[in-house]
């Protein structure tokens, strides 16, 4: 049985990527929709929640419109680079932030809701700005919704096919991920190798889904 470890290796380095970005665009995103009172929040929280209920098919051809080489995104990014984002691994890190971003969002949203004012207003008593309470105490105190959105999010870009397929298709050692290897395997009636990809993505989302619950019942989030 001939099998391949290009994708397996290429999924980790897009997920690990994806998360990376993920935490430096949702932290001060899920910061801002946890202290705000405008009104206009619920239309952020909608906008972020869409790729829980769009057929990644929907969202993958949207995407593939945006970032192709007419797109809004895609056109200044082959004059700047002499490059196209689709079918790229850049692309596919772009399409899998947005995948995956109500997964970084929602944890980390709920984890600073959860910190309250109180601490946030000592540390305002005691000399500190607005970005020193935030890194010195409101981020330690939500140190579980990092992990959580880090881990769920990581999850679930080893997980993507609709939206790798329409942004990324399927270039081996580019943009070839597991995902798409099985369903090339399945194509090709290669069923060994579907079963050990699909049986490892199964087993590794179990692992996932059991640490999560785990940690929220070890630690319940109290709102102060």
């Not at 919704?145 to 609709?162: D, I, K, P, R």
């Not at 290669?190 to 070890?218: D, E, T």
Request: glycine share 6%.
């Amino acid at each position: 049985m001939e099998f391949d470890l290009t994708p397996i290796w290429l999924t980790l380095k897009l997920a690990a990527t994806t998360v990376v970005v993920l935490m430096a665009v949702a932290t001060p995103l899920a910061w801002w929709m946890a202290r705000t009172q405008t009104r206009a929040v619920i239309l952020v929280e909608s906008i972020v929640a869409l790729p829980l209920v769009l057929p990644p098919t929907v969202l993958g051809f949207y995407l593939l419109v945006l970032l192709g080489p007419e797109g809004f995104i895609g056109a200044p990014w082959v004059l700047m680079t002499d490059t196209t984002l689709t079918f790229s691994f850049v692309g596919l890190v772009i399409a899998s932030v947005v995948y995956s971003l109500p997964f970084a969002v929602q944890p980390l949203h709920t984890a600073f809701e959860a910190v309250g004012r109180a601490p946030l207003e000592a540390a305002y008593t005691l000399g500190a700005s607005p970005l020193d309470a935030f890194i010195s105490v409101a981020s330690p105190m939500a140190a579980r919704g990092y992990l959580t959105a880090a881990v769920l999010s990581f999850a679930h870009t080893l997980g993507e096919f609709g939206v790798v397929l329409m942004v990324g298709g399927s270039i081996p050692g580019e943009t070839k991920v597991v995902s798409i290897a099985i369903f090339e395997s399945v194509e090709t009636l290669n069923y060994p190798v579907a079963h050990w990809l699909s049986g490892g993505l199964l087993l590794f989302s179990f692992v996932v889904l059991v640490f999560v619950y785990a940690l929220n019942r070890q630690f319940p989030i109290k709102v102060s």
